[in-house]
């Protein structure tokens, strides 16, 4: 018999579903996932999920939420690290992630409520590399324009196949740039 709220502890029932949700989805695909099979793996009734998301492109934006909180979790140990290899972390972080990352950008002209996250990302992404850069020298326009690249070289780097030697020198062409507007 499938568990209902009341059966959950409510201090685990929303990460136990985003957790679900992302496993399936990154195995399975997006599309292919519905919230009937994330309820049945979770053994509760299928509305269940809507008392915490009102629908699945909402589910995606909390998955992808959580998994970039956890990540941000990780990042004071690589915050005094250089801008390059802040990128190639966050790159790292994010290649885990991938498949969800394409599923956004396929959606952001069928689903608002994917635009509207995925603006939100861009936005964060960007403050964290404007901060990055003024802390090493770089006035504000440089740095604004700088990070809106950064976010650019990011995407397109989970988005596209590379090679690790192709990312490394797209990541050093960015640091070039970077020290090139510091001097």
């Known amino acids: 018999m499938a568990r209902n709220k009341r059966d959950i502890d409510p201090g685990v029932k929303k990460k136990e579903l ?7 989805f990154m195995e399975n695909g997006f599309d292919a996932t519905s919230m009937s099979r994330i309820a049945r ?16 492109d909402e589910l995606l934006a909390g998955v992808l939420n959580r998994l ?11 915050a005094a690290y250089p801008l390059r290899e802040q990128m190639a972390w966050a790159i790292k972080q994010f290649e885990q992630s991938r498949a969800l990352m394409n599923t956004v950008h396929s959606k952001l002209d069928q689903s608002k409520v994917i635009r509207d ?4 990302f861009h936005s964060f992404i960007e403050k964290v590399v404007v ?7 770089i006035n504000d326009h440089q740095a604004g324009t700088l990070a809106t690249v950064a976010t650019f070289l990011l995407e397109g780097l989970l988005a596209h196949p590379h090679t690790e030697a192709q990312r490394d020198d797209i990541l050093e062409w960015f640091a070039q740039h970077t020290r090139a507007n510091r001097d």
């Open 41 to 56: 793996e979770l053994s509760v009734a299928p509305n269940t999920l809507y008392w915490y998301y009102a629908s699945k």
């Open 117 to 120: 996250w995925h603006e939100r």
């Open 68 to 78: 970039l909180s956890d990540s941000l979790q990780q990042f004071p140990s690589v």
């Open 18 to 24: 985003e957790d679900t949700a992302a496993r399936l």
């Open 131 to 137: 901060h990055s850069l003024k802390a090493n020298g």
